[in-house]
């Protein structure tokens, strides 16, 4: 009989980015930190904290800063991640730091698998690493744990971008029937390979509008 080889993808299909490059997002873990993994909170996450409310989802969470840093706001706090590694040191950084953060394998796709819904979503990264046809599916999924603000850290086009720049349009496209794209702002995100004023960025405010009775 061959032998048996480890799925990287636990047998999910794999994204657009993975295909890509390749690896599965675990194996961006693997060597040290990832290239988004500069070792903090975004400070663009730590300005909006205030308003993050209730239940706090960070879909695709990575390594766990962005959820700590809101945990450390006495936030109720779930992140996921299909990156075993980047949950395994999320969960020990809580450990460390005396932090109340749950956090749990889920594909970002089939966030209804979770069962559960959450009065704020936050997705620092991920919403640029999907391309159009994941991003429609993304905001089917979310629909199933969003029942009040989605909030959307993403790359966006301009000098010194980072990787999958996202357009405007392109941003707001997928949020239709269902949602209110509330503000989009101009951010920027740090990483490991840009300076501390890091890559240019939208910060989306997105709220979940009530179901019709």
């Known amino acids: 009989m061959p032998?048996?080889?480890?799925?990287?993808?636990?047998?999910r299909t794999p994204?657009?980015?993975e295909r890509m490059t390749g690896q599965s997002w675990d194996a961006s873990y693997h060597e040290g930190?990832?290239?988004?993994?500069?070792?903090?909170?975004?400070?663009?996450?730590?300005?909006?904290a205030p308003r993050f409310t209730g239940k706090v989802l960070d879909a695709g969470c990575g390594s766990g800063e962005n959820a700590l840093h809101l945990?450390?706001?006495?936030?109720?706090?779930?992140?996921?991640?299909?990156?075993?590694t980047a949950l395994r040191t999320a969960r020990r950084k809580a450990t460390e730091r005396g932090l109340d953060a749950e956090f749990a394998t889920a594909d970002a796709l089939h966030l209804e698998r979770l069962q559960r819904r959450f009065d704020t979503v936050l997705d620092c990264?991920?919403?640029?690493?999907?391309?159009?046809?994941?991003?429609?599916?993304?905001?089917?999924?979310?629909?199933?744990?969003t029942k009040g603000t989605l909030?959307?850290?993403c790359f966006s086009e301009g000098e010194n971008a980072g990787p999958h720049p996202v357009k405007r349009e392109a941003l707001t496209k997928p949020f239709g029937e269902g949602w209110r794209v509330k503000t989009i702002e101009k951010e920027r995100v740090r990483?490991?390979?840009?300076?501390?004023?890091?890559?240019?960025?939208?910060?989306a405010t997105i709220e979940r509008e009530p179901p019709d009775e």
Not at 3 to 11: A, Q, S
Request: proline content about 8%.
């Open 3 to 11: 032998e048996r080889t480890e799925d990287p993808f636990d047998g």
């Open 15 to 17: 994204t657009s980015h």
């Open 33 to 48: 930190p990832a290239p988004w993994d500069f070792g903090g909170p975004q400070p663009a996450i730590v300005r909006a």
């Open 71 to 84: 945990a450390s706001r006495g936030l109720q706090v779930l992140g996921v991640d299909v990156a075993e």
């Open 125 to 145: 990264g991920l919403f640029h690493a999907f391309d159009a046809d994941e991003r429609l599916a993304y905001v089917k999924s979310l629909e199933a744990v």
């Open 151 to 153: 909030y959307i850290l």
């Open 191 to 203: 990483t490991r390979f840009h300076d501390e004023d890091g890559a240019p960025a939208w910060f």
